[in-house]
């Protein structure tokens, strides 16, 4: 089986080669490659989610595969940020990334800059603010922490326009909201919008907690606490927040009364 690494930020990921969006692809990040039909690949995420992306968004030259493992990553934190030729506001763009995307790391500071390698093979440099050492396992760190860093991670959405299948600040989905929140914090939950047991555990009402998932017929939201949950649907058109609480304003009966299960991966 053939390996490859994505190397087009929000690359789209399709059910088939003539259908829809399902997913974009995390640029930097590994797949396994499937099968391939006429412009496109087949491919698995590393978070086990099948569909088909066009060959030119792959990079999957054996000898390149190897370097990529092997350097040193850091991840986006920022939810768009640009790749700059030189560590200069005024310097060239060799491509433009989003929060969660990965790059290789070069090790060298200059001044509020650090010097990246991109997929390419190309050198540039991002605002060392923008930039951080991805968390690899969410288990080595404390519980508390964790749950406060996926909701202030799924806060830093708010706003953002619906995009059916989108996984970033420029368009994000139900699913998508909730699997980027926890990626980001170094948990992996399926991409979609149903329970799963293989990443999450199902919990009752009285153990919800800060983080833990709300599933509803075909949407997810994640539990913020106070009865707050934050989401992003069709119908709002955006990432918002509602309560469980009837007392209070952004109260949604539809969602209170269609509630299938609750999860948490603690």
């Known amino acids: 089986m053939e390996n490859g690494f994505i190397k087009k930020s929000l690359s789209p990921i399709l059910d088939d080669i003539y259908g829809n969006l399902i997913d974009e692809g995390i640029y930097g990040t590994s797949v396994e490659i499937l099968d391939e039909y006429k412009d496109f690949f087949k491919i698995k995420t590393f978070y086990n989610y099948e569909g088909y992306i066009l060959k ?4 999957n030259n054996n000898e390149y595969y190897n370097y990529w493992s092997k ?3 850091l991840i986006v934190v920022h939810n768009y940020i640009s790749v700059s030729e030189k560590p200069d506001i005024k310097s060239n763009i060799l491509c433009n990334l989003v929060k969660g995307d990965i790059v290789g790391s070069k090790f060298e500071e200059e001044e509020n800059w650090t010097k990246i390698i991109l997929l390419s093979g190309k050198e540039g440099f991002i605002r060392t603010k923008f930039l951080d050492k991805p968390i690899i ?4 760190y404390n519980e508390l922490y964790i749950r406060r860093n996926i909701v202030s991670t799924a806060l830093s959405y708010m706003n953002t326009q619906y995009k059916w299948g989108g996984k970033s600040a420029l368009g994000i989905d139900c699913s998508g909201l909730s699997f980027m929140s926890y990626y980001l914090n170094g948990a992996i939950i399926y991409r979609d919008a149903k329970f799963n047991n293989k990443y999450i555990n199902e919990i009752s009402i ?4 800060k983080s833990d998932l709300l599933f509803f017929p075909g949407h997810v939201g994640i539990y913020i606490g106070n009865s707050y949950y934050i989401h992003c649907s069709n119908a709002n058109g955006k990432v918002d927040i509602n309560s469980l609480n009837r007392n209070k304003e952004n109260f949604n009966e539809k969602h209170y009364n269609s509630i299938i299960k609750l999860g948490s991966i603690f």
Do not use: R, T
């Open 56 to 59: 030119d968004y792959i990079e």
């Open 71 to 73: 350097l040193e990553k």
């Open 137 to 140: 396992n969410y288990k080595d």
């Open 206 to 209: 009285k153990d919800l907690d």
